[in-house]
């Protein structure tokens, strides 16, 4: 490899940058031509079995799935073992699964442009590649037995792993044929199978293949890392997001036993012990002096109060071009007439409070690089990291581990935690492991939030009550602000769920813009990202303008997705409906919501039993109907119905993160309240039969439940929803 190139990564390039400088370092002999993706890869292994880089036989018959998704307990490694071991009609009792090494060129996700986990693509991304993996190794064994019998490919079947020949009814297993399949030549389109020819797929024999590791305590996370020499450190970051260290007095922590050194880092000051204890204990004696003169110093009521004024138009944007048409047809006509419906909604910044909080191991000499962790984006901690170490993206290698959780929080654009595991590593340098911990505290204030954002809404309707103009404003920060490839004008995260609703399609004028305000505190993508705040703005108006036009709230919808033509709203809204018994009383002392929401390709109703108690929502049984293509695992699509029902319900009630003059108040568990298992509600969930490629499952669920519980207590009586969380505590 041409040696220039090694210059690469310190650049601070972009990707689509790289791909400039790297033509230009090399002459263009080496990388014109190349994606994105084959830059990044640079120095990357590409050294991969017979039967390529998704699928591994083993002698005694084993089936390998190598997984480019991260495992952090959204059961995804189910679903992707499933597909292959259904068009290799492998035993699925002698299938597992490993993680990847990091390659973006081989491993990249085509949803997400890098090698990573998100938007909830796993199945979605990999269903067509998995599949033909999966057959051409099939097809690989056939041609294999057909060889050695010296029988017609044709006349050869394939079952739980046996192969067999029709005629003579010889068998063997895949242990007995690996070594002469390796030898075939893969085919480049194989045959796959008719749907309905599935045995596995779509049933609940599709188990999760990480139960027993975990429940055995032998799955590996990062905290279970112990390296011979390894150090530990712990970081004192600011109390203000912006600042940065004026001075240190670092007496104290060295003399605490155990810490071997005391140092600034870009983002803090660095404690670097023989263990966890010390590190802490070495952190805690710190004297730290900040310089806030560009920290975020405001309160969050002021910065609501802010995106209040902008929204009314109180006060001007500095960028006068600064609001953004998500959706214009008839522009200030929705501004006329005498409103049905003008309301403003609030919703706070959200902590992501995984149940792991954020760890990296890192190993780093002279520009060589190891990344030990769950790695949600392995690119981008590769991108990140070799900026800190002068080397090749493809030269950092990353072990990728499980996960305890994420919600988002493991990716973004600057693998925050994980540079900073890089800066420390590299500063102890002579390829001394370091681990590098957060505890609960420090992955609470130390940043990453769901934006917190601002809505206003203006309806005005026709002689039906439907919706006949719609005006809407969003206040937001930009979660793509940063982005490699640069920050959009209109950063859809911000208006995704309300761009495209088909509420907004069935009415004949709408006026809806975006505006992404500057606020120095770091936010990124949260469970579900845009849809936790535009499901329950679309789905609490919508019955608020139900109630005012005197019908009943599914009825209503009805109407509006006959007008969008929104067939699988409709669908899933029947089905959900059907379920919950809508239309018949529901049980003594509780009442109804419904809510109808879009996301990640997948459609989600829910029907929400709600009663007060002691003013508070309690939620009893939720009904889920859900339209996500074709169902790989039914039991893991439950379970994230679950999951995500809980974790929005969750937010929903309590979920808050506040700023005082700029520092976050909320620390741990008992100031960040989360649902407790005596609230959860018991889902049900129900499948609209379907014959499209699988969409999303892990996030759709989550923003659903909100709304539903809204438009219950608007249905017994109680004042609309205007702000979350419902607990104002």
């Not at 090698?115 to 979605?124: D, E, R």
């Not at 741990?668 to 490629?693: C, H, I, K």
Request: glycine share 10%.
């Amino acid at each position: 490899m041409n040696k220039p190139l090694n210059r690469l990564a310190s650049t601070g390039a972009t990707r689509r940058e790289a791909l400039v400088i790297g033509a230009t370092l090399t002459g263009g002999a080496l990388v014109v031509g190349c994606s994105p993706a084959d830059i990044l890869a640079l120095g990357a292994p590409h050294d991969f079995g017979a039967f390529g880089p998704f699928v591994k036989v083993a002698p005694d018959g084993i089936v390998t799935v190598v997984s480019k998704h991260i495992e952090f307990g959204q059961g995804n490694h189910a679903g992707l073992a499933a597909i292959v071991a259904e068009e290799l009609d492998a035993d699925w009792d002698k299938v597992k699964v490993e993680f990847a090494p990091a390659n973006a060129k081989v491993y990249s996700n085509s949803l997400m442009g890098v090698q990573g986990t998100g938007g909830s693509s796993a199945i979605a991304n990999s269903w067509a590649q998995l599949r033909t993996a999966g057959a051409a190794t099939r097809a690989m064994f056939v041609q294999a037995a057909a060889t050695r019998w010296n029988a017609p490919a044709g006349q050869i079947t394939v079952a739980n792993g046996v192969v067999t020949h029709a005629g003579s009814g010889k068998q063997a297993r895949f242990g007995d044929l690996v070594a002469d399949a390796a030898k075939v030549k893969p085919p480049q389109t194989p045959v796959l199978k008719d749907p309905k020819s599935f045995t596995l797929i779509g049933t609940d024999k599709v188990r999760r293949k990480d139960s027993v590791l975990k429940s055995t305590g032998t799955a590996p996370y990062t905290q279970d890392v112990h390296l011979p020499n390894m150090l530990t450190a712990m970081v004192a970051h600011p109390p203000k997001f912006g600042a940065t260290v004026a001075s240190v007095d670092d007496a104290a922590a060295r003399k605490v036993a155990g810490v071997v050194d005391v140092f600034q880092v870009p983002n803090g000051v660095a404690v670097v012990a023989n263990n966890t204890w010390a590190a802490r204990q070495g952190r805690d004696a710190l004297k730290v002096k900040w310089d806030f003169a560009k920290a975020e110093k405001r309160s969050t009521d002021q910065i609501r109060k802010s995106y209040a004024d902008l929204a009314a138009g109180k006060i001007q944007p500095q960028d006068k071009a600064a609001w953004q048409a998500f959706d214009a047809r008839g522009g200030a006509q929705a501004s006329g007439g005498t409103a049905a419906i003008e309301t403003t909604y609030d919703f706070p910044y959200l902590a992501h409070a995984a149940m792991e909080p954020l760890n990296c191991v890192a190993i780093v000499k002279g520009q060589s690089c190891k990344l030990i962790h769950g790695s949600q984006s392995p690119t981008l901690d590769q991108l990140n990291a070799a900026k800190v170490v002068g080397n090749l993206p493809g030269n950092i290698e990353v072990e990728t581990l499980y996960a305890g959780g994420s919600f988002g929080r493991r990716t973004n654009f600057q693998s925050d935690y994980v540079a900073e595991a890089v800066h420390i590593a590299k500063h102890v340098g002579g390829g001394r492991p370091v681990k590098l911990v957060w505890t609960r505290e420090d992955d609470m204030r130390a940043g990453y939030y769901r934006p917190m954002v601002h809505h206003a809404v203006r309806i005005t309707t026709d002689a039906d009550g439907m919706p006949a103009a719609w005006r809407h404003r969003i206040v937001s920060q930009s979660i793509m602000k940063g982005s490699p490839m640069g920050t959009p004008k209109i950063d859809d995260t911000s208006v995704e769920g309300a761009k495209g609703s088909p509420y907004l399609k069935a009415t004949p004028v709408v006026d809806g813009q975006v505006i992404n305000a500057e606020v120095g505190v770091p936010v990124l993508w949260w469970r579900s990202v845009g849809a936790t705040h535009t499901a329950f703005v679309m789905e609490h108006t919508i019955d608020q303008l139900a109630k005012k036009a005197g019908k009943d709230p599914v009825e209503y919808r009805r109407a509006l997705y006959a007008k969008a033509g929104a067939n699988r709203h409709l669908a899933v809204l029947n089905l959900a409906a059907e379920k919950a018994g809508w239309g018949s009383p529901a049980p003594a002392g509780w009442t109804r919501g419904v809510a109808v929401h879009e996301s990640f390709g997948s459609v989600v109703a829910q029907v929400a039993e709600v009663k007060l108690e002691n003013g508070v929502p309690k939620v009893g049984r939720v009904v889920t109907a859900i339209d996500c293509g074709t169902v790989i695992a039914p039991d893991q699509v439950k379970a994230q119905m679950e999951g995500g029902t809980c974790l929005g319900l969750s937010a929903a009630l309590y979920g808050k993160i506040e700023l005082k003059d700029g520092e976050v108040q909320q620390a741990n568990f008992d100031g960040y309240r989360v649902l407790r298992n005596s609230e959860a509600p018991t889902v049900e969930t129900y499948f609209v039969a379907s014959a499209n490629p699988p969409s999303g499952v892990g996030e759709p669920g989550t923003p659903v439940i909100a709304p539903a519980v809204a438009n219950a207590l608007l249905a017994m009586g109680q004042p609309a929803t205007t702000s979350l969380p419902f607990v104002k505590t």
